[in-house]
């Protein structure tokens, strides 16, 4: 450890403010702890967050969650393959797993390190029912060119939406495009948090409709709804093996006002990207790409990358920072990297050459609204240090 007497800078922390507490204890109080009266009000603030009433929210207590829910909800089982990026969190592709569907992996563009639309289009074979795209570090995936592949195939969108709130893709938010069904994460370092948490949006009532019914055991009513009926009914019928993935109270209460704070935490965190971009022009860096023309970045993530002249390697630069008190991550080790997916579809590495070199090159900064204009200067130090640019 290089530094002394500077604390640690945590790669990040969420911001939970004097309005969520008292929402939480609120809720506490209120004698309703799980799926009831907050949960309606967040899926309800979320339809009009996102801003167009056909708009369909589901709470679920996981991004995960809401994305086997969605594929669930269309049939895809057995046989079926489905298209997405290797560079990725595992979490996008586990759940074609857990329907018995097949997984296809493709490579990403080099520029913006998100799913390469040719790619996808090359992979496409007769099996293929879906296309997942992720809009990686909450910079928006090319959606007009993936919806147009899946309406030229007959194909289902579903996005990743983990990273993107709030994000544009020629103007409209992530969440009001044509795809299928788009899924946000609220987990803890994710944009807005809930602790654990995530929100189905899609404009298809029936699918709305399965995923409430699968979100909570296949059962027809919810709790609330038989609970708070002022008519006897206990009534309920089982119409499938559902899953246990309602969202409680509890972490509803936190999302009502972290949703309400998105924009604000949003233009901190791009304050933040352009300091970082200002600082290291000029170095052996390859800063992250900005949003199109008129576009939102989420700016959920800062990836940077080692220019081949840095002279130095990703990880021992990693090492440095570290040493000086700055905590950084990798996002992500591609998934053909990792044993279970490398080994079930016997992927080489040399079948992903841009995920593979942009994950050989990459690291995360810490981009996150608690930090201080100060914190950023100790990254940007770092960063200068580690290069012996200084
Ligand atoms: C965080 C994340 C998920 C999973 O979100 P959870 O809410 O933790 O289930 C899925 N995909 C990507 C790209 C993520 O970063």
Not at 194 to 216: N, Q
Not at 256 to 275: N, S, T, V
Request: glycine share 8%.
């Amino acid at each position: 450890m290089a530094d002394t007497g500077t604390p640690f800078l945590p790669f990040a922390l969420p911001e939970i403010g004097e309005d969520e507490i008292a929402e939480v204890v609120d809720t506490l109080r209120s004698g309703w702890v799980t799926t009831g009266p907050k949960a309606r009000r967040f899926e309800a603030d979320f339809a009009a967050f996102l801003g167009d009433a056909s708009l369909h929210c589901v709470a679920v207590n996981s991004a995960t969650a809401g994305l086997h829910l969605a594929l669930e909800a269309l049939g895809i089982g057995p046989g079926d393959e489905v298209i997405t990026t290797t560079h990725t969190f595992t979490a996008t592709a586990e759940v074609v797993r857990y329907l018995g569907a097949d997984v296809v992996l493709v490579d990403i563009d080099p520029a913006t390190l998100n799913l390469d639309p040719a790619a996808v289009e090359a992979a496409i074979t007769p099996r293929t029912k879906a296309i997942l795209p992720v809009h990686y570090a909450g910079l928006a995936a090319d959606m007009p060119a993936i919806l147009a592949i899946a309406a030229r195939h007959g194909l289902k969108v579903v996005e990743d939406a983990a990273h993107a709130l709030p994000t544009t893709c020629g103007g409209r938010l992530v969440g009001t495009l044509a795809s299928a069904a788009t899924v946000f994460s609220f987990y803890a370092n994710k944009t807005i948090t809930t602790g654990e948490g995530g929100m189905l949006v899609t404009r298809d009532a029936a699918l709305a409709r399965r995923a409430r019914t699968m979100r909570l055991h296949g059962m027809n009513r919810d709790a609330f709804d038989r609970f708070t009926a002022t008519v006897p009914s206990w009534y309920y019928e089982v119409v499938a093996p559902g899953f246990k993935y309602n969202l409680t109270d509890i972490a509803a209460a936190l999302g009502i006002h972290q949703l309400r704070r998105a924009y604000p935490f949003q233009r901190r965190r791009a304050e933040i990207a352009a300091q970082y971009d200002a600082a290291f022009a000029g170095l052996p860096l390859i800063t992250p790409p900005g949003p199109a023309e008129g576009d939102t970045h989420a700016w959920h993530l800062y990836v940077l990358r080692l220019a081949d002249d840095a002279g130095i390697a990703r990880d021992r630069f990693i090492e440095r920072l570290f040493g000086a008190g700055i905590g950084c991550s990798v996002h992500y080790i591609p998934l053909h990297l990792h044993p279970y997916w490398r080994e079930r579809y016997a992927l080489r590495a040399e079948r992903f050459p841009h995920s593979q070199r942009a994950y050989e090159a990459m690291l995360s900064l810490p981009i996150y609204t608690r930090m201080s204009d100060a914190d950023v200067a100790r990254v940007v130090a770092a960063v200068r240090a580690a290069l012996g640019a200084e």
